[in-house]
């Protein structure tokens, strides 16, 4: 018993996600910056980070190297670079980014037809490509990546 209270136990493969209360944004007309509104109680999303997803992508992901000369110090420098991805190819990957990180959410309604919009591969792509949620979900890889602490102190 006394060997186990030298440990905390962490689950390094967290993958579960964190449930957010959705919440709307605007762009300031005059200085362009993100406005983001109280959260909407009755709508909420389970998200996990996609930092997990992005990193396996870019490990088997094609890189080149070339040698370029660096006009400071006159000497040929060893320069690492990812290979061009065709543009399809990238909104697939999107697309499978989103699928990733979005486990569940609730309280979504079709503006158009009323009916609920169920946490489907479709409707995830297709929430990717409202301005607003795409905001939101933004917002909540920061916080969920640690880049808003971060952004703070500076």
Known sequence: M???DKYVD???AYTEG???QYFTSRIDD??????YDDPVPHARVLIRSAAPFI???LKKQK???EFVLNPKTRKMERVPYFEDRPFDKLIEETDDMYDYAILNFEGFRNKKTGEVIECT????IALRHNEMFKRFFERCQQILNGSVEESAKN
């Open 2 to 4: 006394a060997g186990k």
């Open 10 to 12: 962490i689950d390094i």
């Open 18 to 20: 964190d449930w957010f």
């Open 30 to 35: 005059k200085t362009e910056d993100i406005i």
């Open 55 to 57: 990193e396996e992508r």
């Open 63 to 65: 890189s080149r190297t």
């Open 121 to 124: 591969r479709e409707n995830k």
